[in-house]
């Protein structure tokens, strides 16, 4: 956005907004569409994940992936048991302000499980290379960042 800004002396509200909406559109589509790449049994994980949008500190949208999961996941961590109801979770964590407040306008990409770190990170049993690995820090941010950019490009092409 500060690149969009510097380049055309000013950038409107609708721009910001209607870039980050088409975002996090798309951020959402990949989710859908990639759910695959880690074994999704309760689809609290997918549940947990979504994106907000923020206008100087306070959340003016949330987009997220059609809820799935009929079920709050029991887990246990650290041999205390959790119970796991991805929406929720997700819910608490779009009120997070230290993103809310990162910027005028600011989309907040969350995923909220606990284990979603595990995914990601092919932590505990059955070695380092499990099916997820890096689908959150790497293929999700990515693909974010790429997209950001493509939509950002249009809109300063098209002005």
């Known amino acids: 956005m500060r690149q969009f800004r510097e380049k055309s002396?000013?950038?409107?509200?609708?721009?910001?907004?209607?870039?980050?909406?088409?975002?996090a559109q798309s951020l959402k589509e990949w989710v859908m569409n990639m759910e695959y790449t880690y074994q999704d049994q309760t689809y609290n994980l997918t549940d947990s994940?979504?994106?907000?949008?923020?206008?100087n500190g306070v959340m003016i949208e949330f987009i997220a992936p059609?809820?799935?999961?009929?079920?709050?996941?029991?887990?246990?961590?650290?041999?205390?048991?959790?119970n796991v109801d991805g929406r929720s979770l997700l819910r608490d964590?779009?009120?997070?302000?230290?993103?809310?407040?990162?910027?005028?306008?600011?989309?907040?990409?969350?995923?909220?499980a606990?284990?979603?770190?595990?995914?990601?990170?092919?932590?505990?049993?059955?070695?380092?290379?499990?099916?997820?690995?890096g689908w959150f820090s790497t293929d999700l941010k990515e693909f974010a960042l790429q997209e950001f950019e493509r939509i950002k490009n249009e809109y300063i092409n098209n002005k």
Do not use: C
């Open 9 to 23: 002396g000013i950038i409107s509200r609708d721009i910001a907004l209607s870039i980050l909406r088409e975002t």
């Open 93 to 112: 964590a779009i009120n997070n302000m230290e993103i809310a407040s990162l910027g005028q306008y600011v989309l907040g990409v969350y995923s909220a």
């Open 49 to 55: 994940t979504g994106f907000a949008i923020y206008e």
């Open 114 to 133: 606990p284990y979603g770190l595990w995914v990601d990170q092919s932590l505990g049993r059955g070695g380092d290379n499990k099916r997820g690995k």
């Open 66 to 82: 059609p809820e799935l999961s009929a079920m709050t996941r029991v887990i246990t961590y650290r041999r205390e048991k959790i």
